[in-house]
């Protein structure tokens, strides 16, 4: 069974920097994109940026490119998303979602992780 | 970029009635097109992919249709688990610029 766990919430001060994970299992973890996707309070889905850990490529959204870094590690199969420099709008549940293999819609998904900025 | 709309905003439905949610895209996407639910305090679920093709474990009253750049989600008899909100998402281009619609809410009626 595919999974992805993500690390659990956070609560930052604006300026932090954070890095959040999620952990996949039950594939072969260098042969799928990972993605990320921001949902704000109350609103919809947005695509951040995704990566394939097998060679590191990284793809971003234009809205996000410059604002966060998508990483992974592959020995122990997890992707990363980082802030160097919170801001309060960065206030959003996170999802990291696996790309199908043909097909690149988000086929499996993470529990979320929520990122509260406040100071 | 390509820009989805999903139409109505909201759509209230009784239970045991049809539902039929509406996307359109900016510009072809060809049939590159994905369905999700999402629940409350859930994360979204992949329901359709491919603008037709049900994902795994999706009961078959959920059926995708549409090519191009109008699209459709029926779901034929509204049960109570399928109140929440239906996004569409394209995913035609390369390099990705994958991106999603708005959402319909579906509540009950």
């Known amino acids: 069974e595919v999974q992805l766990v993500q690390s659990g919430a956070e609560v930052k001060k604006p300026g932090e920097s954070l890095k959040i994970s999620c952990k996949g299992s039950?594939?072969?973890?260098?042969?799928?994109?990972i993605g990320w996707v921001r949902q704000m309070p109350g609103k919809g889905l947005e695509w951040m940026g995704i990566i394939y850990p097998g060679d590191s490529d990284t793809r971003y959204s234009p809205s996000f490119q410059g604002q966060v870094t998508i990483s992974a590690d592959k020995s122990i199969s997890t992707a990363y998303l980082q802030w160097s420099s919170l801001k309060a709008s960065d206030t959003a549940m996170y999802y990291c979602?696996?790309?199908?293999?043909?097909?690149?819609?988000?086929?499996?998904w993470g529990q979320g992780t929520l990122v509260t900025v406040s100071s | 970029e390509i820009v989805m709309t999903q139409s109505p905003a909201t759509l209230s439905v009784s239970p045991g009635e049809r539902a039929t949610l509406s996307c359109r895209a900016s510009?072809?996407?060809?049939?590159?097109l994905a369905w999700y639910q999402q629940k409350p305090g859930q994360a979204p679920r992949l329901l359709i992919y491919g603008a037709s093709t049900r994902a795994t474990g999706i009961p078959a009253r959920f059926s995708g249709s549409g090519s191009g750049t109008e699209f459709t989600l029926t779901i034929s008899s509204l049960q109570s688990e399928d109140f929440a909100v239906y996004y569409c998402q394209q995913y035609n281009n390369w390099p990705p610029l994958f991106t999603f619609g708005p959402g319909t809410k579906v509540d009950i009626k």
């Open positions: 039950g594939y072969s973890f260098t042969s799928y994109w």
């Open positions: 510009q072809s996407v060809s049939s590159n």
């Open positions: 979602a696996r790309l199908g293999g043909t097909t690149k819609n988000f086929q499996h």
